[in-house]
């Protein structure tokens, strides 16, 4: 993520804003897109940082790699974790001993789950399975304490739940 604009001395800034003229007057290209993105954000302009990324995005050229991993790590990159996900999937069925893809197939899937997550979050904060994906997550992170919490929730909206009380056990045993 880019450096908050705090984070610049009042040169730098500075220098931000003298080169903002000429790049709103540059003809549009995705570059100059990006380039305006960078140093709106920069300066902390997060409404025309948002709106010439959005301009990048739109008119930026079309990849085409050759491989389903360089398509992957595309999709990656543009945090398209769903296509990423199908494309190292389908590259790891030709290439099983590639660690770079399933390093990245991981870290994909990674972001699908605290995607889904972040959408349960949203939609349903106060579900059992909100609180049980929260507590597997704070699980997961060593932050027994939070997550023994969380599943204390999870008991209470629904007690008959399959395997919370054994998840309340073994952090109990752990802990």
Known sequence: Y????????????????SCLPALEGAPASPSRSLALALANARLGNNDASLSAWKDF??????SNPSD??????????????????????????????????DYLLARTCRNLSLSTLEQLL???????????????TYQNAQQNDKALAEYREVENIEPNLPGVHFSVGSLLLKM
Do not use: C, I, V
């Open 122 to 136: 949203t939609l349903a904060p106060d579900s059992y399975p909100a609180h049980q994906l929260l507590a597997e």
């Open 57 to 62: 995005t739109s008119n930026m050229p079309p």
């Open 2 to 17: 880019p450096a908050a604009a705090e984070d610049f001395t009042e040169h730098a800034r500075e220098q931000f804003r």
């Open 68 to 101: 389903a991993y360089a398509r992957g790590l595309g999709n990656f990159d543009r945090q398209d974790f769903e296509a990423a996900e199908n494309d190292l999937n389908t590259w790891l069925k030709l290439h099983q001993n590639d660690l770079q893809a």
